[in-house]
């Protein structure tokens, strides 16, 4: 397949999202080898490829999803692929039970997290606290925590139309994380969250004093480069690892607080953290139970 007919394809399918054509096209530019003739190419030929890639199972599926989109928008055979995308996903999902197996033992207790978070706040590791803190309470991705800190100055938190900022508002007895940015706002849009903790309010008090920053005047963001800027999302992630117990992923620690909680079967728990997270129950349950 031609860049030209990719570029018809998307064009064609008008209705897909911003997030899955910027997945498209960086799956799309893996079929180089080939060049790029999904459409021309035998199913064969094309299994045969992406075996040969130096990836994961999961991105095998992703790679083979964009060519059994884009040969049936052109109308040619797909039955081979669809049964090489079975096999594969039966091999991912073996790999994924074998992983939980694995993290049942490996991972640590939700209060060896809890007792890291208070370690951080004793220590006065204020952006450390602030992270692990909201992550545990919020159950956060990485993308929420790209935020800005703000004061409860109502022109200030107004904010303008379409804006894709998140914010953790700072109020005299406790704080307000907004969230327009993160991974399913399409589809459960703005977030609010009341967080009553005087601790936190404190530690956003004492990391605005360390950076000798004016709290409404200055930009202070949790998560930046050395100079204040925005980081990248790859930056993100590797910012808040730096901060976490043994530096464990956010999904790890989803997974820890999820699976004990469903071990005492507290549905309300659940719906909170499902909610928090802007992820249905069935989704939290089936990914981040170690259990299931």
Do not use: C
């Amino acid at each position: 397949m031609s860049d030209q007919q990719f570029e018809e394809y998307l064009k064609t399918n008008s209705q897909l999202s911003e997030r899955t054509i910027k997945a498209y096209v960086n799956q799309f530019q893996k079929f180089d080898g080939m060049s790029k003739n999904v459409v021309t190419q035998s199913q064969s030929n094309i299994i045969t490829y992406i075996n040969g890639l130096d990836v994961k199972e999961n991105t095998q599926l992703a790679i083979l999803n964009v060519a059994i989109s884009m040969r049936k928008h052109y109308k040619k055979d797909v039955n081979k692929l669809l049964n090489r995308k079975l096999q594969l996903a039966d091999d991912y999902q073996q790999k994924k039970n074998e992983k939980k197996e694995e993290n049942k033992t490996e991972l640590p207790s939700s209060k060896e997290l809890i007792a890291w978070e208070n370690r951080q706040y004793i220590d006065g590791n204020w952006t450390g606290y602030i992270v692990v803190h909201l992550m545990r309470v919020l159950s956060l991705r990485n993308k929420d925590l790209d935020l800005k800190i703000i004061p409860a100055t109502r022109s200030q938190r107004k904010g303008e139309a379409g804006d894709k900022n998140n914010y953790l508002i700072l109020r005299k007895n406790n704080a307000q994380m907004v969230r327009n940015d993160y991974k399913t706002f399409k589809m459960y849009g703005q977030k609010k969250n009341v967080l009553q903790s005087r601790k936190l309010n404190k530690a956003l008090r004492e990391l605005i004093a360390e950076r000798d920053l004016i709290l409404g005047k200055d930009e202070i963001r949790l998560l930046s480069t050395k100079g204040g800027n925005k980081l990248n999302e790859e930056s993100i992630a590797k910012k808040i690892r730096s901060f976490t117990f043994r530096g464990l992923s956010e999904s790890q620690y989803n997974k820890i607080f999820v699976s004990e909680v469903a071990e005492v079967k507290d549905i309300k728990k659940l719906e909170t953290i499902s909610n928090n997270r802007g992820t249905s129950l069935e989704v939290i349950l089936k990914d981040y139970h170690l259990d299931i």
